[in-house]
């Protein structure tokens, strides 16, 4: 009797050692695997980096203009023909630091692809590129002795700002890992100025005769043009991310007029010369950026 009960308190603990065992190994069957957040929803974030400009910077005149008791035919034609030397000896700007924010939407689809849109704007840290030039030449008209024109010139081509509105196409490279193309609208702060001294001497002469030529004209737009890139967005939470990104843009070109004058007797016009400063705003941006997601 004792060993019949024995027995039995053994095949009992058999069977629920048994099916404890069977229990924990559907309960661990069972578990859904670890998901991974979704690119859905809206987001918001900082990013900063480096603008490189491409654009260029030209100084041109148009024919000159003179009063009718004007003898000083030299001095208004070598202006132009300075304003345009002046102008392509003025240095570009190197890049600057670019810093900003961004929000934007994605929507994940078929399921490794995500289309979205993304604005931004930034500002942009020490991106003069003022120039002072000088530069001295010579002419001889109506064969008196040469004469001296000395002359400087003052350019500036600045962005304060720049954003954009642009649409994102993306595929899933990895659950986490979206490499993406990017294009749109592109908007900016753009600033052109430029100042011109010249003045003529004649050898031996009172120089008060030749008065000085002289203009200074600046313009300041919101230039709207467009942009094209790419990037890869990293993410490496349930709600965040890391992107790194490209982009081209081009703004198109601001044009600021410069009438130059030579005046007589203080007030009176000895001749006159229109020129125009027009510089082009385009270049790269190479930048880092994180992103806080809300879905």
């Not at 081209?248 to 410069?258: E, F």
């Amino acid at each position: 009797m004792r060993f019949k009960t024995a027995r039995l308190a053994a095949v009992l603990f058999s069977f629920g050692v048994a099916s404890s065992a069977s229990a924990a190994d559907m309960a661990v069957k069972a578990r859904p695997p670890a998901s991974v957040a979704s690119w859905t929803g809206f987001y918001a974030g900082l990013n900063a980096g480096g603008a490189f400009d491409d654009g260029s910077l030209a100084t041109t005149g148009t024919p000159v203009s003179f009063n009718p008791a004007g003898l000083n035919v030299g001095a208004p034609a070598t202006a132009n023909a300075l304003a345009a030397v002046l102008a392509s000896n003025a240095p570009r700007p190197a890049g600057v630091f670019i810093g900003g924010g961004q929000f934007g939407y994605n929507f994940q689809f078929a399921p490794a692809f995500v289309l979205g849109f993304e604005t931004d704007i930034q500002a942009l840290a020490g991106s003069s590129g003022k120039s002072n030039v000088s530069t001295t030449s010579s002419f001889a008209p109506f064969g008196f002795p040469a004469n001296s024109y000395s002359s400087s010139a003052s350019f500036t081509q600045r962005l304060d700002y720049l954003g954009t509105v642009r649409g994102r196409i993306g595929y899933l490279a990895t659950p986490s890992l979206l490499t993406y193309a990017t294009g749109g609208l592109a908007y900016g702060g753009a600033h052109v100025s430029s100042s011109f001294s010249i003045q003529q001497t004649f050898p031996g002469w009172n120089t008060t005769i030749v008065p000085p030529i002289f203009g200074g004209a600046s313009a300041s737009n919101t230039a709207v043009g467009w942009t094209i890139g790419g990037g890869l967005e990293w993410m490496f939470g349930s709600n965040w991310s890391a992107k790194l990104e490209y982009l081209y843009y081009d703004l198109g070109s601001v044009t600021a007029p410069i009438p130059l004058t030579q005046n007589i007797n203080v007030s009176t016009p000895w001749a006159t010369a229109l020129a125009q400063t027009s510089a082009r705003f385009n270049g790269s941006i190479a930048r880092v950026g994180v992103n806080y997601h809300f879905n």
